[in-house]
């Protein structure tokens, strides 16, 4: 049977639950409901199907909040308000705080899209991860759609760890943070410590600081500015639309080095010179005996002046002078005088162009290189410097009269090569270990191994850091810029400038340095000056420049003086080498110099303290001669008694004692009036009678009595006068009284409460009141108290009237004058600018404002002097301003010294000179001045002017090269250089030459007059005939004539063969007959 008991709960529970589902309830969201009689309390909620039941839950649009209690609306845009995340309808993406509101805002390290749809994830490296849209991608970069990644846009570029895009750097100087931004200017990196890009320490930068230019350390080295050439006597110079280093208009290369510019050289077989380059065109440096000198080159000769080279003849009768100008065509000069011709020499002839005689030898002139091949394999015909020659074809050299392959060219299998120390190498002839090929290919030379070996080229040195092949002494050396190594195995570099790191001391380039530790520092016995080394001084007296020279103690460079001395408080010793302190008396002392501070006649005595001469005594911080009674003073203190001293005074300019003693001048003492009082009674005691004074009867008891009365009665007086005196100053007197009531230097006046004792002009009352003091007059006289210390500022110290703190005294010592701390303070004296933080080399300068002294310039900040340069070149890398000292120069890029713009340096490096304007004739000083504006010029007697063989052209704007007769020209004036004026710049088949002027003709070695036959002359050379038979005519007696062997015909102007002439007579005189016999 069913127990009911047992199911009765259960039954209960479902009637409940369906009468609560019948009545209807207000459910909470997520609530198991009946949307047809239940009411979900959340607002926007509603009984909704879930799975197979119905649940409370939030209506399209809103979400339920983190406990369940509310519905929320859902947000879709980024960037809308909202209250909990769950609102947020995207992914990534958070309910953040936004001041007193709530946005819904994408997650950090996410960015929303465009429409504020969605989050997407930021890119954390450039080129590297993807992406879908720009804003992912850092700033300054986009999402490239090819490629998916995020890059710079144009104008950036991206960092070294690519997360973020850098300001691409447009010149230099720019702003940069890492090197990658200025990786668009050549050669420049990012200079850290600036934040700017900067050229490397082997380039410049350009004029318009777009690029940075190399430096170049040879001439002919590419260029843009001329700082770029280091050689010195060189410059950038443009040569068409190129610029190179060159030599200076009146230097030339060292062709061998490329690193030195020689003086130009203007004669031949004349002036000594070190390199062919020197010379005028077409000449060499040649050895002469025990001296070089410039000499034509082979296929050259001299003219007769010695100046110019002339060309050998290219074709034969080409008209020569001589003989040696016919060699490159291996003939000789022949014919009449001034039409002379080059011929073959014996066993030659001309080819069929004429212009050579066959040649015998490799090398010989030739037209074609059918005229080389025929006498030699694997030649051919080439332009050289002397014209055409046979040479060997390229890959061959010539060996003994044959072309040759040389060293790098192709041998036989196991075949050996013709060359010492070569051998054949995979069928190439190379170079023995140790050795390397001539430039020629025709030897192979040895390697050097350290500096000072054997050389004859440069690449023998290769295996020396830095070395060349010094061909003047057949070494290998070290370049300029360096110095050999104590092993001789390198070269190293020479610095400038002090504290640079260094090896050994030679290459320290500052005079007195060494290298110490590392680094070029002064050499014992010299300190560091700026840039310099200065020698150390142990004299007192003698020149400095800076303090750290004076080496005794206490010493130091005097600016005004610029010599070594001691500091203030001490002096000198007596053989200028110490410094000994100033001491106060009684002080000890080892020279009588120190005891100064004492006025007077002090000493150092044999005790080795400041004291007193003998006779003296010492008050007031003085030394005062002692005087005795009735002598002439000037100080109480000065009177001095044999004892009892406080009983005299200096009155009225005489030691006298004081009131109540009585003088014993004798003795040098004063009395009392003790011993007459006791005289006196003794007197009244035994002569009194009647009250009368009875004298004694004796003549000496007479006198005695009577000077007993006498100086009584004086005493009495006196101390009368004593108990009215007054005894301080301010005090009540009486004016009438004598002697004065009053102390010393004062004196009775009337006053507003009646007489008082007050100070005389000039002296003031002690503090207590018991004497008047002297006011002094200046600084350093000496006083007790402040009150006689009248200057302004000033005050009683250490017994002397001082200035106060601040403050110094002027040098008349009459006033006190504050102590300046600005330039641009207005000063009296000197010693208001070098006194305090301005520096010891500061003054007051012309314009009444503190300056600093020649040699010495303001710092950068603007407070204090500090030690200029003396020469350009100086590093300015610490303080900029030292540049100042040299006038119109600055602080270069390359932290040096160097002149400005529009100026260079002179030959000293000493100053800056202003390039001269471009115009000649304007005032200069050194060559340096002109160049630059004018090539080809130098500085003579004061003023710009064109060099040897140059001259000006007829704006005075340029220098134009003297030109030869026949050579190209633009104006007149340059073909005056050898034809005595009769010559002019021509326009001859559209160039321009030089030619002899109308009625002129030119015979070496310039143009002559056209002198007709009978015409007047001073040279056969002017005389000319019509049919260029110069050979016939002479100038004899100044006129032109034909010679004996010919007969004039002056219609024609010729010189006529005499039998010719002969048969026209005979012809004539048988016609005369003939018409004669008819």
């Known amino acids: 049977m069913l127990n009911v008991r ?41 009984c909704l199907s879930v799975g197979d039941t119905e649940q409370c839950a939030c209506q399209r649009g809103y979400v339920e909040n983190q406990d369940k209690s509310k519905c929320l609306e859902s947000k879709d845009t980024i960037g809308g308000y909202c209250d909990e995340t769950v609102q947020c309808d995207f992914e990534n993406s958070a309910c953040t705080a936004d001041g007193e509101q709530k946005y819904c805002f994408c997650n950090d390290d996410y960015v929303p899209d465009d429409s504020f749809k969605q989050c997407y994830p930021k890119v954390g490296t450039i080129d590297k991860d993807d992406c879908e849209i720009t804003k992912q991608c850092p700033r300054n970069a986009e999402c490239k759609s090819d490629t998916n ?11 070294f760890q690519g997360t973020a895009c850098l300001d691409e750097a447009k010149a230099l100087n720019d702003h940069c943070s890492e090197d990658i931004q200025c990786a668009g200017i050549l050669s420049s990196y990012c200079n850290r410590v600036v934040g700017e890009c900067r050229c490397i320490s082997s380039h410049i930068a350009s004029e318009d600081l777009s690029t940075c230019l190399t430096k170049t350390n040879a001439v002919g080295g590419l260029c843009e500015e001329s700082p770029q050439c280091v050689v010195e006597n060189s410059a950038c110079v443009a040569y068409g639309d190129v610029k190179y280093c060159d ?42 005996g025990d001296a070089k000198k410039c000499s034509c080159k082979e296929e050259f000769v001299s003219n007769p002046q010695g100046t110019l080279c002339l060309q050998v003849a290219d074709k034969i009768g080409f008209i020569c002078s001589s003989s040696a100008q016919c060699e490159r065509i291996n003939g000789y000069c022949f014919g009449p005088f001034g039409l002379e011709k080059c011929r073959c020499n014996q066993n030659t002839s001309p080819n069929l162009a004429n212009t050579f005689c066959n040649p015998n030898d490799l090398g010989a002139p030739c037209q074609e290189s059918i005229d080389c091949t025929a006498n030699w394999e694997n030649s051919e015909c080439v332009s050289g410097t002397s014209g055409k020659v046979c040479k060997c074809v390229p890959g061959y050299v010539e060996i003994n009269g044959e072309c040759l392959e040389g060293i790098g060219g192709a041998c036989p299998v196991n075949g050996n090569c013709p060359y010492e120390n070569s051998n054949c190498v995979d069928n190439i002839c190379q170079c023995n270990d140790g050795f390397v090929g001539s430039i020629d290919k025709k030897s192979c030379l040895k390697k050097a191994e350290k500096l000072n070996d054997e050389c004859q080229e440069r690449a023998q040195c290769s295996n020396i850091v ?21 092993d001789l195995s390198t070269c190293l570099k020479k610095v400038s400038g002090l504290n640079t790191p260094c090896e050994q001391s030679d290459q320290c380039t500052t005079s007195n340095a060494q290298c110490l530790g590392g680094l070029c520092t002064c050499k014992d016995n010299f300190v560091q000056g700026g840039n310099f080394c200065l020698e150390k001084i142990d004299t007192l007296g003698e020149g400095c420049r800076i303090s750290a020279q004076c080496t005794p103690a206490n010493s130091v460079c005097v600016a005004e003086q610029l010599i070594c001395d001691c500091e203030t408080e001490f002096v000198r010793s007596e053989n200028n080498k110490t410094c000994l302190p100033l001491v106060d008396f009684g002080e000890p002392c080892l020279e009588l110099a120190q005891c100064t501070l004492t006025e007077g006649d002090v000493t150092c005595s ?83 009678a009647d009250g009368h004074f009875i004298l004694p009867a004796s003549e000496s008891q007479r006198g005695s009595a009577m000077a007993s009365i006498r100086i009584f009665l004086f005493v009495f007086l006196a101390s009368l006068v004593v108990l009215s005196r007054a005894e301080n100053i301010g005090e009540t007197c009486d004016a009438a009284v004598t002697p004065p009531q009053c102390p010393d230097n004062a004196e009775c006046k009337e006053g507003e409460g009646g007489p008082l004792c007050e100070c005389v002009t000039g002296y003031v009352s002690s503090d207590n009141k018991e004497r008047c003091l002297k006011v002094t007059s200046a600084i350093d006289e000496v006083c007790e108290q402040n009150s006689q210390c009248p200057i302004e500022q000033s005050s009683c110290t250490d017994s002397k009237c001082q200035c106060n703190p601040g403050w110094v005294d002027s040098s008349d010592k009459l006033k006190c004058l504050e102590i300046l701390s600005n330039f641009d303070d207005t000063c009296e004296e000197s010693a208001q600018c070098n006194t305090g933080v301005l520096g010891v080399t500061a003054v007051c300068g012309e314009s009444g404002k503190c300056t600093c002294t020649e040699g010495t310039v303001e710092n950068s900040a603007g407070d204090k002097c500090i030690q200029g340069a003396v020469r350009l070149g100086e590093s300015c890398s610490d303080e900029p301003n030292i540049c100042n000292t040299v006038e119109n120069s600055e602080c270069n890029a390359e932290d040096m010294c160097a002149c400005k713009d529009s100026f260079v340096a002179s030959l000293t490096g000493e100053k800056c000179l202003a390039v001269v304007d471009g115009s000649l004739g304007n005032p200069c000083e050194e060559n340096s001045q002109c160049n630059p504006k004018i090539p080809n010029t130098e500085c003579v007697d004061n003023k710009c002017a064109c060099k040897i063989n140059f001259v000006g052209d007829i704006n005075a704007a340029s220098c134009l090269a003297y ?71 002479d100038c004899i007696e100044n006129m032109c004539t034909c010679t004996s062997a010919y007969v004039a015909d002056f219609e024609q102007n010729k010189c006529n063969s005499g039998v010719r002439n002969s048969l026209a007579i005979i012809i004539f005189a048988i016609a005369a007959l003939f018409l004669k016999m008819c």
Request: net charge negative.
């Open 247 to 288: 030599c200076d208009a009146d230097f030339v290369p060292d062709l061998n080095s490329l690193q030195k510019c020689y003086p130009e050289i203007n004669t031949l077989e004349n002036d000594i010179c070190e390199v062919s380059n020197q010379c005028p065109s077409n000449a060499e440096c040649k050895n002469h």
């Open 466 to 486: 830095s070395a060349i092949c010094n061909t003047v002494v057949g070494e290998c050396r070290c370049v300029s810029t360096h110095v050999p190594s104590l």
């Open 149 to 159: 990644q995020c890059s710079c846009t144009e104008g950036f570029v991206k960092n």
């Open 6 to 46: 047992r199911f009765l709960p259960l039954a209960l529970f479902i009637i409940g639950i369906q009468f609560s589902y019948s009545v209807g309830a207000e459910l909470n969201l997520g609530v198991n409901c009946n949307s047809e009689i239940d009411t979900c309390l959340a607002e926007n909620a509603e």
């Open 963 to 1033: 030109a030869g007769y026949g050579e190209e020209c633009k104006e007149n004036s340059q073909c005056t250089a050898e034809t005595d004026g009769q010559v002019s710049c021509v326009l001859v088949e559209g160039k321009s030459i030089c030619q002899c002027k109308p009625q002129n003709h030119y015979i070496t070695p310039k143009c002559w007059f056209d002198r007709k036959l009978n015409e007047q002359c001073t040279d056969k050379k002017e005389c000319i005939l019509s049919d260029g038979q110069s050979d016939r005519v």
């Open 606 to 688: 044999s005790e080795g303290k400041c004291a007193c001469d003998a006779g003296n005594i010492f008050a007031e911080n003085m030394c005062w001669q002692r005087k005795s009674l009735d002598e002439q003073c000037t100080k109480t203190i000065q009177c001095q008694l044999a004892e009892n001293s406080e009983r005299v005074h200096c009155l009225d300019d005489k030691c006298q004692c004081k009131a109540s003693y009585i003088p014993d001048k004798t003795n040098n003492i004063c009395n009392t009036g003790a011993h007459i009082s006791i005289a006196m009674a003794s007197l009244l005691s035994s002569h009194k």
